[in-house]
């Protein structure tokens, strides 16, 4: 890896928030760090005194100050700032620097006209809305969930909740009835907000049977909320409440419930492929202070920036994203068909929002690549100084596309992180140049490893990723745990009293880091173990390729397995022995030998989750003969049916395996 593709200008210290907060910890802390390392090793092993300096920088609205920054440093089990009360809406609602009549919401979609909102008028509707939720009955630790795109209303409808000290959850509309209720059943909300459907490009989408079967398939709720988005003049349905009606006039001020660190803010999901979804339970303080630091000080966000991040309500990129306003910057809403009316549309949104910050995701980033995009032809991207790019590991060739296509002067900032820790743990820094291929440092205050088999540390090689430092972040636990034991499970079970997150990391010695894919879909030939990324770069590469999964079917005699390779071709083009040969040849050249696949099968879809994650774990499930349905949960898939074609193929393949009796 390796080419620099970007170098810190020479004044950044004194241009960006990480230099500013530098300047800050030598003056009030009397602490002085010639480089980033330095930075970060203090962050990781003086916990007490980065976090405190979090919260001091930033100067956190408490209602109650801390009696300490945290317990027993030992996970799980760490508590964070304990006697602090404080209310995330509050801190967000503050948008420092902004004024009153400065845009801070500003939201388009392919649904209905583009809509802004300063920071007055955004105060003034959480105002309003949380006074309908009070009048609704909604208090602290109720569960209040929105079936709803990236829309104003599910941002306000999120802060009015958490100013209250009720729970969030969302659910984006594309969501299929059984995915989104068995997500809620675990919670168990008392108000749904719902959309009546939306427009996907020039497509209309009508949610209003699925808003029935999830209201039916869920006895708790107590009020239901129409927007009528996709038909602004549509009829509200029987038993439920307008969104007018809940954001009446109202003399109520806007109050914020005082609320423990730790206090639940909102749950998220994992992606429940395969069982139920995990309900993952995230706090006011740990995601307020974790959000501060990653976008003020990695990501260089203020109240000159336009930040837009291309994600859904049912993606934990949609709650980074609506941090924004808690460092001054504005946020900007799509919600719509990225790819509609075609790649372009947007670089066009980032240049007619004055976009500064471009966040989306690898896939997408590589699909304008291969369509030959060249944005900066097709939109004045002057104001863009950075760009973000997450969902899977963004290959050297991305990297080069953005700074041939996009911009040679803005930082490309490649980061990873997950559901689990609603952040990224690994990504960008102002201070530091960018590498083609590699995500440039480890976050302040994650102390992320890479272990070997044996669990040692390494550096320079392919090791399981932990994390051996508590971050504030980390859930509070899972919704209906009382023990934690499947919060242990989950993430502490493999290495005691280490965080494993599940994925091969090889972090360099410069820091650096590169992420190969998931660790629970490794490909291991002859005790090597090979990350899946590579694979796909490779492969997807080639033109003939529009998408492509690959996995390992072990040997249960400890031979090499066989090692399987489907791939999606481009319209009209068939799978012949030329083809073949060309793949193998390319991974042969490009990797190695090993990496060479037994078979390669032509299907028409690769299975992905609602977020464009790959679903290996479940195919290889499939190929080894787990029924479909206990091998993923199809409400899950943004394609279920692509499931189908891979149980057809294990079916022919056991057929041709089985000897016939004599």
């Known amino acids: 890896m390796g080419d620099v593709l970007w170098t810190p ?53 408490a209602h109650t100050e801390p009696t300490a920054t945290l317990t027993d440093p030992a996970m799980p089990g760490t508590r964070w700032f304990p006697g602090a009360t404080l209310n995330y809406a509050e801190n967000v609602l503050r948008m420092p620097g902004l004024g009153d009549d400065d845009p801070v919401v500003i939201a388009h979609g392919q649904t209905r006209a583009p809509e802004t909102l300063t920071a007055a008028e955004l105060r003034e509707r959480v105002r309003r809305v949380a006074a309908g939720l009070r009048r609704l009955g909604v208090r602290p ?165 336009r930040f837009l991040w291309f994600t859904t309500t049912g993606w934990m990129m949609w709650n980074f994203l609506v941090s924004g306003p808690a460092v001054g910057a504005a946020i900007v809403l799509f919600d719509g068909n990225p790819g509609h009316p075609d790649l372009g549309g947007l670089w066009r949104l980032a240049e007619e929002t004055g976009t500064t910050y471009f966040g989306t995701s690898a896939p997408f980033l590589l699909a304008c690549r291969k369509a030959g995009l060249v944005p900066r032809e097709i939109a004045d991207l002057s104001a863009l100084r950075g760009v973000g790019s997450t969902g899977a590991p963004l290959p050297a060739e991305g990297f080069t596309w953005v700074y041939e296509t996009v911009g040679d002067d803005l930082q490309l900032q490649s980061l990873s992180g997950g559901t689990d820790v609603c952040t990224g743990f690994v990504g960008g820094v102002p201070l530091l140049p960018v590498h083609a291929g590699e995500i440039t440092c480890r976050a302040l205050g994650a102390r992320v490893e890479a272990r070997s088999a044996d669990g040692a540390p390494v550096i320079g090689e392919l090791g399981e990723l932990v994390i051996t430092a508590p971050m504030p972040s980390m859930p509070v636990g899972f919704w209906n745990d009382p023990d934690g034991a499947r919060y242990r499970e989950a993430y502490f079970d493999v290495y005691p009293g280490v965080w494993r997150h599940g994925d091969w990391i090889t972090i360099n010695d410069r820091g650096g880091c590169v992420i190969t894919g998931r660790s629970d879909a490794t490909l291991n030939r002859g005790g090597v173990r090979l990350g899946t990324a590579e694979f796909y770069s490779v492969v997807e590469g080639l033109d003939e390729v529009v998408d492509s999964v690959v996995v390992h079917l072990e040997d249960d005699e400890g031979g090499a397995g066989e090692l399987l390779l489907f791939v999606v071709l481009a319209e009209g083009l068939e799978l012949d022995d030329d083809l073949r040969r060309k793949i193998c040849r390319e991974l042969r050249t490009a990797l190695s030998p090993r990496h060479v696949p037994d078979e390669i099968h032509q299907v028409r879809a690769v299975p992905r989750t609602l977020s464009a994650k790959k679903l290996e774990v479940p195919v290889k499930k499939i190929l080894t003969g787990t029924p479909v349905d206990d091998a993923a949960a199809r409400g899950a898939l943004a394609n279920p049916e692509s499931l189908t074609a891979f149980a057809a193929f294990a079916q022919r393949r056991t057929a041709t395996e089985t000897p016939t009796s004599a």
Not at 49 to 58: A, L, N, T, V
Not at 141 to 154: F, K, L
Not at 161 to 184: M, Q
């Open 9 to 61: 200008p020479a004044d950044v210290r004194e241009r960006s928030r990480i230099g500013g907060y530098l300047r800050w910890l030598a003056e009030h802390r009397g602490l002085e760090f010639t480089d980033y390392d330095a930075l970060w090793q203090w962050s990781v092993t003086d916990l007490d005194g980065f976090w405190r300096s979090i919260w001091d920088h930033f100067g956190v609205v």
């Open 141 to 305: 630790g109720d569960r209040v969930a929105a079936y709803a795109p990236n829309i104003p209303e599910t941002y306000v409808l999120l802060l009015a909740t958490a100013s209250l000290g009720a729970i969030f959850s969302s659910c984006a509309p594309e969501f299929g009835t059984r995915s989104v209720s068995d997500r809620w059943r675990q919670i168990e909300p008392k108000v749904l907000v719902a959309v009546d459907g939306y427009r996907y490009g020039d497509k209309p989408v009508d949610r209003r049977a699925e808003v029935a079967a999830i209201r039916a398939a869920l006895p708790s709720l107590e009020h239901t909320v129409a927007v009528a988005y996709l038909d602004p003049a549509g009829a509200v349905p029987d038993g439920t409440l307008s969104w007018a009606e809940l954001a009446a006039p109202t003399d109520e001020p806007l109050a914020f419930a005082p609320v423990p660190f730790d206090h639940p803010l909102y749950v998220l999901y994992s992606s429940g492929t395969t069982g139920l979804p995990k309900p993952i339970v995230h706090g006011h303080g740990g995601i307020l202070l974790e959000h501060l630091k990653m976008l003020a000080l990695h990501h260089d966000l203020g109240p000159s920036d």
